[in-house]
T-cell receptor, first 110, second 115 residues
Framework: KNQVEQSPQSLIILEGKNCTLQCNYTVSPFSNLRWYKQDTGRGPVSLTIMTFSENTKSNGRYTATLDADTKQSSLHITASQLSDSASYICVVSDAGKYIFGTGTRLKVLA | DAGVIQSPRHEVTEMGQEVTLRCKPISGHDYLFWYRQTMMRGLELLIYFNNNVPIDDSGMPEDRFSAKMPNASFSTLKIQPSEPRDSAVYFC?????????????FGPGTRLTVL
């Protein structure tokens, strides 16, 4: 069964600290993996997308990694800001369907 | 471009009533998706259209749910009759292409509460 699991479910960090969110998947065949950021009361917004051949991609302070062999991805946030408080959703595509993780809720405290 | 537009933003209704959610995709996008989001299950794909034609409705929970796309700039998701377990945030998204590599742009969502 195609599944996407994210950890931790929730995370609280202090402003300025770094953090790493995890995404493990069992989707096959694999086409691509995308990370979304969802602010409270808004729809998700894409941060990065990676295909099978890519193992790292950055978008400002966000860096996503992909290990297609172990079927794991991580999203690293550097020097966190209050505006990073949001849910982060990992989505894996098998070239036909989109399988969503349940997300990690990040809270950044001043 | 104004992005994906959804209406209403909030809907409160009583069990048994009909609910209609509306979506205007980004102009030029040929794929339109309807999602439901709850705390327990996260985002679930309900149905998606390509060029106004429904392609995959396997996520529609039951016959009480129906979706239409009469033209390229408008889609509706209808629930009749509504039940309390339908309470969720419903998102509409559109994309240019639907290979999975194409970014989906989400609307702000409709928060539905069924009493």
């Amino acid at each position: 069964k195609n599944q996407v699991e994210q950890s931790p479910q929730s995370l609280i960090i202090l402003e300025g600290k770094n953090c790493t969110l995890q995404c493990n998947y069992t989707v096959s065949p694999f086409s691509n993996l995308r990370w979304y950021k969802q602010d409270t009361g808004r729809g998700p917004v894409s941060l990065t997308i990676m295909t099978f051949s890519e193992n790292t991609k950055s978008n400002g302070r966000y860096t996503a990694t992909l290990d297609a062999d172990t079927k794991q991805s991580s999203l690293h946030i550097t020097a966190s800001q209050l505006s990073d408080s949001a849910s982060y959703i990992c989505v894996v595509s098998d070239a036909g369907k989109y399988i969503f993780g349940t997300g990690t809720r990040l809270k950044v405290l001043a | 471009d104004a992005g994906v537009i959804q209406s209403p933003r909030h809907e409160v209704t009583e069990m048994g009533q009909e609910v209609t959610l509306r979506c205007k995709p980004i102009s030029g996008h040929d794929y339109l998706f309807w999602y439901r989001q709850t705390m327990m299950r996260g985002l679930e794909l309900l149905i998606y259209f390509n060029n106004n034609v429904p392609i995959d409705d396997s996520g529609m929970p039951e016959d009480r749910f129906s979706a239409k796309m009469p033209n390229a700039s408008f889609s509706t998701l209808k629930i009749q009759p509504s039940e309390p377990r339908d309470s969720a945030v419903y998102f509409c998204a559109s994309s240019l292409g639907g290979t999975g590599y194409n970014e989906q742009f989400f609307g702000p969502g409709t928060r539905l509460t069924v009493l």
